[in-house]
């Protein structure tokens, strides 16, 4: 075999890993506008990963607020207290019914988006 075609099937072998091996990027979300994301990650065709994202420099923490097909009638938090550009996740667990981002507010009421039904 000749080194090109070594190098050719050592680089579509490479891709193909990293194809494989990258998570979904695939997600769902409900937006607070110049606040941030609640994003809902589907891993498969039985469960989820939740994230919060920050997108703004205020200094104010976001959460994702959610709930969770195997226990619909208990509300989860995710905090994200990292700040502007970061990602907070939650741990695998069953389909996400409906979620919402809200930013933190000090001696007010949060500021929150509306719940967003989740498909699946």
Do not use: F
């Not at 190098?7 to 490479?14: F, M, P």
């Not at 997108?55 to 905090?79: E, F, H, K």
């Not at 207290?81 to 979620?99: C, F, M």
Request: hydrophobic share 35%; glycine share 8%.
């Amino acid at each position: 075999m000749t080194k090109r075609r070594i190098a050719v099937a050592l680089s579509v072998l490479g891709v193909v890993v990293l194809v494989g091996a990258a998570p979904a990027l695939a997600y769902q979300t409900a937006t607070l506008s110049g606040t941030g994301q609640a994003r809902v990650y589907d891993s498969s065709t039985s469960s989820a990963t939740v994230g919060a994202w920050d997108s703004t420099s205020d200094s104010n923490p976001v959460y994702s607020s959610y709930y969770r097909s195997a226990s619909s009638g208990t509300l989860r938090n995710l905090w994200n207290k990292q700040g502007s550009g970061t990602e907070s996740y939650s741990g695998t667990g069953s389909w996400v019914i409906k979620a919402k981002i809200c930013e933190s507010q000090i001696a007010q009421p949060d500021d929150c988006s509306v719940y967003v039904a989740m498909s699946h």
